[in-house]
């Protein structure tokens, strides 16, 4: 048997964090929870993820954390598959995660079962 992917989720909103990691649980992920920057950092520094899911806006001093994130993300596990959750895209956030690689860009609020199927087919390597 294979162990279950492990995910992190960073989201400075703890009600999201918290649902979607329940959620993701139920689905069969190991997940780990940071709601912030630094948290994140952390949790990366000790050990790999198969997948993260990050907020862009990390706070009101962090509007653009998530981005942070991602780019730490890269540098230290460049195979992680990545989605990022904002309520504030715009043509400049996409052409930043075209230039990190990430894999998706997705809206808030976000259905859980459309995020787990977003999951799912990024860890299987389906395209879009």
Do not use: N
């Not at 993820?49 to 991602?70: F, K, M, N, Q």
């Amino acid at each position: 048997m294979t162990s279950p992917h492990r995910l992190l989720l960073v989201d400075d909103e703890e009600a999201i964090l918290f649902a979607m990691g329940d959620f993701l649980m139920r689905c069969g992920y190991e997940v780990d929870r940071a709601s912030s920057r630094v948290e994140a950092e952390r949790l990366l520094a000790g050990g790999s993820y198969s997948l993260a899911i990050v907020d862009l806006r990390l706070s009101v001093a962090e509007p653009r954390g998530g981005l942070d994130v991602l780019r730490r993300l890269r540098e230290s596990s460049p195979r992680t598959r990545t989605i990022l959750l904002t309520a504030y895209g715009s043509p400049e956030v996409e052409a930043e995660l075209a230039a990190l690689g990430a894999d998706r860009l997705l809206s808030k609020p976000q259905r859980l079962a459309r995020l787990a199927e977003e999951v799912a087919a990024l860890l299987s390597g389906k395209p879009e």
